[in-house]
T-cell receptor
Framework: LAKTTQPISMDSYEGQEVNITCSHN???????ITWYQQFPSQGPRFIIQ???TKVTNEVASLFIPADRKSSTLSLPRVSLSDTAVYYC????????????FGKGTMLLVSP | EAGVTQFPSHSVIEKGQTVTLRCDPI?????LYWYRRVMGKEIKFLLH????????ESGMPNNRFLAERTGGTYSTLKVQPAELEDSGVYFC???????????FGSGTRLTVV
């Protein structure tokens, strides 16, 4: 399984755009990149998934360069409620694959 | 639709006792997973059910852990006898076949004293 590397923590202020970059140098051809968000006392929550280029949904955007060795989760205009741990995971999209969590990035949004 | 439900939300037991955790996946999700995070560690995979069959149980720490999914609906994870190092948060997740997005429950916090 491809290993991922992310910042341990990030600080931001309300209304700013936050970009969290994840490195996955050993990503395989069949691997997708998935981001999860976790609040205290809750389970991880799926945010976005992509294979290449750019993916956007109502919550975030995911930018993946051509070599796919890294990816960037972009959160537009964060609010206090976006304070959470964000995990970058790499794996197949079969629905059968298990998830390998790293330490994640603790995002703290301040007023 | 209802999400993944786990019960209890928190359990405190003494070392040597037995505890059973329950997970109700989203209706129609064939895949059911158990994960756990022990204090200060990363979330780790325990096992994976496809319907009622164990697809992968490579993450189960030892034979004190027994998972079942009778009828391919809800699942239970029994720890017997519990040890101090079993303390942590146990998460259940489910997914549809062919789709990589998992839905996690809120977890069961297990404290063994």
């Amino acid at each position: 399984l491809a290993k991922t590397t992310q910042p341990i923590s990030m600080d931001s202020y309300e209304g700013q755009e936050v970009n969290i970059t994840c490195s996955h140098n050993n990503i395989a051809t069949n691997d997708y990149i998935t981001w999860y968000q976790q609040f205290p006392s809750q389970g991880p929550r799926f945010i976005i998934q992509g294979y290449k280029t750019k993916v956007t949904n109502e919550v975030a955007s995911l930018f993946i360069p051509a070599d796919r060795k890294s990816s960037t989760l972009s959160l537009p205009r964060v609010s206090l409620s976006d304070t959470a741990v964000y995990y970058c995971l790499v794996g197949t999209n079969s629905g059968y694959s298990t998830l390998t969590f790293g330490k994640g990035t603790m995002l703290l949004v301040s007023p | 639709e209802a999400g993944v439900t786990q019960f209890p939300s928190h359990s405190v037991i003494e070392k040597g006792q037995t505890v059973t955790l329950r997970c109700d996946p989203i209706s129609g999700h064939d895949n059911l997973y158990w994960y756990r995070r022990v204090m200060g560690k990363e979330i780790k995979f325990l096992l994976h059910f496809v319907k009622e069959s164990k697809q992968d149980e490579s993450g189960m720490p030892n034979n004190r852990f027994l998972a079942e999914r009778t009828g391919g609906t809800y699942s239970t994870l029994k720890v017997q006898p519990a040890e101090l190092e079993d303390s942590g948060v146990y998460f259940c997740a489910s997914s549809q076949s062919g789709y990589g997005g998992y839905t996690f429950g809120s977890g069961t916090r297990l404290t063994v004293v």
